[in-house]
Structures are given as structure tokens and as C-alpha cells.
């Protein structure tokens, strides 16, 4: 998907949120679907999968998201699934995320650790990194096992990382 | 004349009825004397001079083919010593070339060996360039390789002994860096 197609998604996502008064809910909420997304490569080939008839496709979204969700936000990851834009949906919640924290005066910060941070952590990150950046940061936490253990936080163009895998990979390049 | 006349009487004889060797009418003989002697005169004076031209002509000629004759054969004679001079140094000139062609084979001989000594030099320095990059290739893959599997190892290891606390701790830490940092 090129950038402006991803974004032209991401503002129809942002109009949906608005027109459904869902703008704290819905960039939040497709993060978190992206993010669960990118950890499930199964979920993602068959929510993918051209074969498989949208409409089942759609109903696999609901069937999964059902109450955890609000309806504006299954309503729009139902559209971006029909409109098989499965593999991009992650960049589209960068954008939404980014455009909204954007529209509230703040920024988002991608945070990806082996496992789920806390609440509390989440705060007291995003607490050090608004004193860091001197703006307000909004953390979305992302599961990735790849990181194996510790922290990669991408806020902006800056990149934080803490995390084993890149510890291992200088220790590799170290040789 | 004179003689011619005698001869002529003394091929008749002096049996001439007048006792004489002569003929004997003297008038016949003074008058075809005196006849001849108008004729040949008159030869002489008119055919005289073409006759000394044409001798003089020939004598030229003659003369000019004379001294063709002598410019060729000294001519001949200069290319015959010259031969000989050749000749002569012929096998000076075919000494002094076998030892030019001696000398070249020498040098030819000599400059074959420095190539060869020096081709051999390169090769055995370029032998050993590969070698060394051989080595030091295999040494890099050895080293990519043991790393490879030194971080395969580590992971697993890793991945093992990072338990719960384990990554809340490494967590803790993080966000305490980030703290510190500002």
C-alpha cells in the first residue's frame, strides 16, 4: 500500500471515530488489533486470504472482537478486513494513533516488549518520556516475542531500544 | 702505280715485239697513264673527302667503342675487385654475425630466466596472497559461523532463563534508564 492509499485509509478511520464519537476509543482499540494481529501470523493469513470469502472473513472479526471492542471500532476493522487491507491495517493504526495523540497536542510511542507492560508501567514510561521529549506521550504497547525480553520504544524517528535480541545481535557483531 | 705498271709488264714479259718489258706503244701507256692518273684523281678529289669522312667516322666510332670497351672492363674490373672484397669479407661478416646471434641468444637466455625467475617469484607470492586470503576467509566464516551459533545458543539459553521476573525486571530497568536519561 503506498503512503498516501494508507492514508486516506487512516483519515476515513478518523472521520468513522469522529462521526461515531470514538475518538479516544477507536485509535486505541485498532492498535490493539494490530498489534495482536502481528503476533498471530495464522489469523493474519486467514483474514488475508483472497479465497476466503470477505463476508466470513468479516464475521471471523466479529466473532473474535464481539463485546471487547466498541461497535465503531469493529465497525471499522470489519471495513479494512472486506476491503482486504489486512496486511496494512498496522500502518493504519500508526497513522490513526499518531493523528489523534496528534489532534490531542500529544505523540505516540510504539513500545514493543516480550511481554505486556503494566498500567503502571505504561504511565511511568510514558511519564519518563514526556519528560524526555517535553510533549505529552501516549504508549501503545505491543507484544512481540521477537524482542525476547526488554524494551523497544519508537517515538517519532527516534528509536530507544533495550531489548535482548539487539543486545545479542552487538554481541554477534562484537565478534 | 708505278709497281702496278711494272708488274703488269713483267706478267706479260719482255716478250713485247719491241724488245721492251713495256708494251709496245708507248702513246697507249702514257695516255692510259695520264688517264688513270685523270680518273684517280678526280676520285680523289671527289670521293677523297666522303671517303676520310667515312674513315674518320669509323676511326671515331672504333675509338668510341674502344673506350666503352675500356669503361666497361674497368667497370668489370671494379665490381670483380669489389667481389672479391665482398668475398674476402664474407667470412669476416659471417663470423660477426654468429656472434651477434650468439650474443642475442645470450641475452635472450638470460632475459627468459630473469622472466621465468620473476614469474616464478609472483606466483609463488600470489600462492601465497591466496592462501593467506583463504585463511583469513575461512578464519571469517569460522568466526561468522561460531557466532551464529553462539547467538543461537544464547538465545535459546535466554529464552529460557527469562522468566516473568526475569522481564519484569529487564522492563524496570528500561524504564528506569529512560528516566535517567532526561
Given at each position: 500500500m503506498?503512503?498516501?492509499?494508507?492514508?486516506?485509509?487512516?483519515?476515513?478511520?478518523?472521520?468513522?471515530?469522529?462521526?461515531?464519537?470514538?475518538?479516544?476509543?477507536?485509535?486505541?482499540?485498532?492498535?490493539?488489533?494490530a498489534g495482536a494481529l502481528e503476533g498471530h501470523d495464522e489469523?493474519?493469513?486467514?483474514?488475508?486470504?483472497?479465497?476466503?470469502?470477505?463476508?466470513?472473513?468479516?464475521?471471523?472479526?466479529q466473532d473474535l472482537m464481539g463485546d471487547r471492542a466498541t461497535k465503531a471500532s469493529v465497525a471499522v476493522i470489519t471495513m479494512l478486513v472486506g476491503a482486504g487491507r489486512v496486511g496494512d491495517i498496522a500502518k493504519i493504526a500508526h497513522e490513526v494513533a499518531a493523528?489523534?495523540?496528534?489532534?490531542?497536542?500529544?505523540?505516540?510511542?510504539?513500545?514493543?516488549?516480550?511481554?505486556?507492560?503494566?498500567?503502571?508501567?505504561?504511565?511511568?514510561?510514558?511519564?519518563?518520556?514526556?519528560?524526555?521529549?517535553?510533549r505529552p506521550v501516549t504508549v501503545r504497547n505491543i507484544v512481540d516475542p521477537a524482542v525476547l525480553g526488554g524494551v523497544?520504544?519508537?517515538?517519532?524517528?527516534?528509536?530507544?531500544?533495550?531489548?535482548?535480541?539487539?543486545?545479542?545481535?552487538?554481541?554477534?557483531?562484537?565478534f | 702505280m708505278l709497281s702496278?705498271?711494272?708488274?703488269?709488264?713483267?706478267?706479260?714479259?719482255?716478250h713485247?715485239?719491241?724488245?721492251?718489258?713495256?708494251?709496245?706503244?708507248?702513246?697507249?701507256?702514257?695516255?692510259?697513264?695520264?688517264?688513270?692518273v685523270i680518273v684517280f684523281g678526280l676520285l680523289w678529289w671527289k670521293a677523297g673527302p666522303a671517303l676520310k669522312k667515312a674513315m674518320a667516322g669509323r676511326t671515331e666510332r672504333i675509338g668510341d667503342h674502344m673506350s666503352a670497351a675500356a669503361t666497361q672492363r674497368t667497370e668489370a674490373e671494379a665490381e670483380r675487385d669489389r667481389i672479391?672484397?665482398?668475398?674476402?669479407?664474407?667470412?669476416?661478416?659471417?663470423?660477426?654475425?654468429?656472434e651477434d646471434a650468439r650474443q642475442t641468444a645470450d641475452a635472450l637466455h638470460t632475459e627468459l630466466e630473469a622472466r621465468a625467475e620473476a614469474d616464478a617469484v609472483a606466483l609463488r607470492e600470489r600462492g601465497v596472497a591466496d592462501i593467506e586470503a583463504a585463511q583469513r576467509q575461512a578464519l571469517a566464516n569460522l568466526t561468522a559461523e561460531v557466532s551464529r551459533l553462539a547467538l543461537g545458543a544464547a538465545e535459546r539459553v535466554v529464552h529460557h532463563n527469562l522468566d516473568d521476573a526475569s522481564q519484569q525486571a529487564l522492563i524496570e530497568q528500561y524504564i528506569s534508564q529512560v528516566g535517567a536519561a532526561n
Open positions: 503506498s503512503e498516501t492509499r494508507s492514508s486516506v485509509y487512516a483519515e476515513a478511520v478518523l472521520a468513522i471515530a469522529r462521526a461515531e464519537d470514538a475518538l479516544g476509543a477507536v485509535p486505541d482499540e485498532l492498535f490493539r488489533f489469523l493474519r493469513e486467514k483474514l488475508g486470504d483472497p479465497h476466503i470469502p470477505a463476508a466470513l472473513r468479516q464475521q471471523i472479526v493523528a489523534a495523540a496528534s489532534s490531542r497536542g500529544e505523540q505516540i510511542a510504539e513500545v514493543r516488549s516480550a511481554v505486556a507492560l503494566t498500567d503502571d508501567q505504561q504511565a511511568r514510561l510514558a511519564a519518563a518520556l514526556t519528560a524526555r521529549t517535553q523497544v520504544t519508537t517515538i517519532g524517528d527516534a528509536v530507544l531500544d533495550g531489548s535482548v535480541r539487539t543486545r545479542l545481535t552487538q554481541l554477534r557483531d562484537a | 702496278t705498271i711494272a708488274l703488269l709488264a713483267s706478267e706479260e714479259g719482255a713485247h715485239p719491241n724488245g721492251y718489258w713495256l708494251p709496245g706503244d708507248l702513246k697507249e701507256v702514257l695516255w692510259g697513264t695520264l688517264a688513270f672479391k672484397a665482398a668475398l674476402a669479407d664474407s667470412d669476416t661478416e659471417a663470423a660477426r654475425i654468429v
